[in-house]
């Protein structure tokens, strides 16, 4: 790839063009920014020092990988126009960067070690030789201990509280260290002020001394590693409601399924359970999502379903269903997709707390982007955790400050992202491990 050094010129015409003369500081910067310059002198966008096209071509061809959210997540990438595949190629061997939602580098690596070592691309390695080797992507779905020892698998009973809101939460959770953080324990406190009963179902061992915590917020808590996702928990704490007969008409309203890739509650639950009150629905969420599979559908970090829902079969007809597949890409398309579209079929009608036009009309996943609007305008209670913990909120000190302002325990809770990458340490220990 030739060298242009007017590229960055032409990047900044670009950007005032599309946007006006109103973002000429925010266009400059992104146009001349220490990313894009330093890959225009790499041999220009598209190009990656050191990288083999073979390797570009294989991350390009991966179903794991997905340019748009590649962007929308490194918007530094976006902004200085470089190739998201070759970026990837170069900086995503360190696990520092993700090719996709459904691929954790990091986690392919703590996984196998030898590929650390190796300083394969985990991505390229998994396409060439992982996939067939049946590696695991994911500790989810890794039969084999990948957590810490001394941590075990328990389910056990709490004392019931006394019932007030007629209303059962199934809370599903997957804790890689064993420990129950702070944050899930703060979204479990603004649970018990909308749920008389939460069932906590986690996809891991625990430490025994860790279910303390636990007292006077669930009713009941099991650990097992399952490998099935959210949605074998969510499965698993239905079944457990009907069995305690939690879900009973003369008990119960509205069953909540709900998870720990949030971080909340931003604002009391109650403020938007009394929003939807009066929407006319059987079930909804926070947000949709109408950019997976191009079929419109509630995320699942979040259900809320009324009796209609909870007095036909559909519900326990899709979620006794639930098994155990070989990737969260498949348990995405399968079940988050699916659910909405199984219920709609029975002839169940669905809405969201903040509005569905508005997903559609900024691509969905609202937890993720545009974080602040939805927050303040729409009221919004939580916050996707991974777009806090990977940069991928731009406005990461904003939407603390908003979190803050609101909740101070919570914001006290989350805890700090991982230091940037350093793209030249990356390059220079790259290049110093390579000399003989």
């Known amino acids: 790839m030739p060298f242009r050094p007017f590229e960055p010129f032409a990047a900044f015409a670009r950007i005032v063009r599309r946007d006006g003369l109103a973002v000429f500081p925010k266009a400059a910067k992104y146009a001349f920014s220490p990313t894009a310059w330093r890959w225009l002198l790499c041999g220009g966008a598209g190009a990656a020092r050191g990288v083999a096209e073979a390797d570009v071509e ?21 902004r200085s126009g470089v190739d998201p595949a070759a970026h990837y190629a170069e900086f995503g061997r360190g696990g520092g960067f993700d090719p996709g939602p459904y691929f954790s580098s ?3 690596l703590r996984l ?8 394969d691309n985990p991505l390229v390695h998994f396409e060439r030789c992982g996939r067939a080797e049946g590696r695991p992507i994911s500790a989810i779905q890794c039969r084999r201990t990948a957590f810490p020892e001394g941590a075990i698998e328990t389910e056990r009973p709490f004392p019931a509280p ?11 959770a997957f804790f890689p260290d064993g420990r129950i953080p702070e944050t899930t324990l703060c979204y479990l406190r603004g649970l018990r002020e909308v749920a008389d009963d939460i069932l906590l179902f986690a996809n891991c061992p625990v430490f025994p001394d860790e279910l303390r ?16 996702h959210d949605f074998l928990s969510y499965r698993l704490g239905y079944e457990k409601a009907r069995e305690l007969g939690l879900l009973d008409a003369a008990a119960t309203d509205e069953l909540i399924l709900a998870n720990d890739s949030c971080y909340g509650p931003v604002f009391p639950f109650p403020e938007c359970f009394a929003k939807m009150a009066g929407r006319p629905c059987d079930f909804w969420g926070m947000t949709a999502n109408a950019g997976a599979y191009r079929s419109e559908h509630v995320q699942s970090f979040f259900f809320v379903f009324r009796r209609p829902v909870l007095d036909g079969t559909a519900l326990g007809r899709f979620l006794g269903g639930v098994e155990v597949l070989g990737s969260r890409w498949e348990v995405v398309r399968r079940y988050e ?15 969201t707390l903040v509005p569905r036009d508005f997903s559609a009309r900024h691509g969905g996943d609202m937890a993720m982007r545009r974080v602040l609007e939805t927050l303040s305008v729409h009221g919004m209670p939580l916050v996707k955790a991974k777009g806090l913990d990977t940069y991928m909120v731009d406005d990461r000190d904003a939407v603390l400050d908003f979190i803050r302002a609101r909740n101070p325990a919570l914001a006290a809770a989350i805890p700090p992202p991982p230091p940037p990458v350093d793209y030249e340490a990356v390059r220079r220990l790259r290049k110093e491990a390579a000399q003989p």
């Open 213 to 228: 915590k636990l007292d006077g917020l669930v009713r009941h808590a099991g650990f097992r590693v399952h490998g099935g």
């Open 337 to 351: 997709v699916g659910f909405t579209a199984a219920l709609e079929e029975a002839g169940y009608a669905w809405d």
């Open 112 to 119: 196998n070690e030898d590929v650390r070592v190796g300083g």
């Open 106 to 108: 990091e986690e392919y």
């Open 58 to 78: 294989t991350i390009r061809a991966s179903r794991w990988f997905d340019a748009e959210w590649y962007l929308r997540k490194y918007p530094d990438v976006r």
């Open 162 to 172: 006394p019932r007030r809101h007629r209303r059962v939460a199934v809370f599903a």
